[in-house]
């Protein structure tokens, strides 16, 4: 089953800086990771793991050593929501 992926509007933000960067690998990973939360949004490369405490229901996955992408899952409609793609969800929450 595919997941639908829908951004809000800090992870559109996020993911513009990371490309306006021109880090041609970072992009390349960011798509891969993309592609792999639409397939199979709890496993997978990026160190994949459930949140905890305050930030309990989501889920992240490493781009590289500062930037997760941090999103959410709601499988009774199969979406998957992009919160955040960079800094680490230390930074942010």
């Known amino acids: 089953m595919k997941y639908i992926i829908e951004f ?3 992870a559109i933000e996020d ?6 960067s021109g880090n041609k690998a970072l992009i390349t990973k960011i798509e891969r990771l993309l592609l792999e939360i639409a397939e199979h ?3 997978g490369t990026g160190q994949v793991e459930a ?3 305050i930030l309990s229901g989501y889920w992240s996955r490493r ?3 500062f930037n997760r992408i941090i999103y ?4 009774e409609i199969v979406t998957v929501t992009i919160i955040s793609a960079k800094g ?3 930074d942010k929450w």
């Open 72 to 75: 959410t899952i709601e499988e």
């Open 41 to 43: 949004p709890t496993v």
């Open 63 to 65: 781009i590289d050593k």
């Open 88 to 90: 680490h969800y230390g």
């Open 8 to 10: 809000e509007a800090k």
């Open 51 to 53: 949140l905890k405490g």
């Open 15 to 20: 993911l513009a800086k990371l490309k306006k």
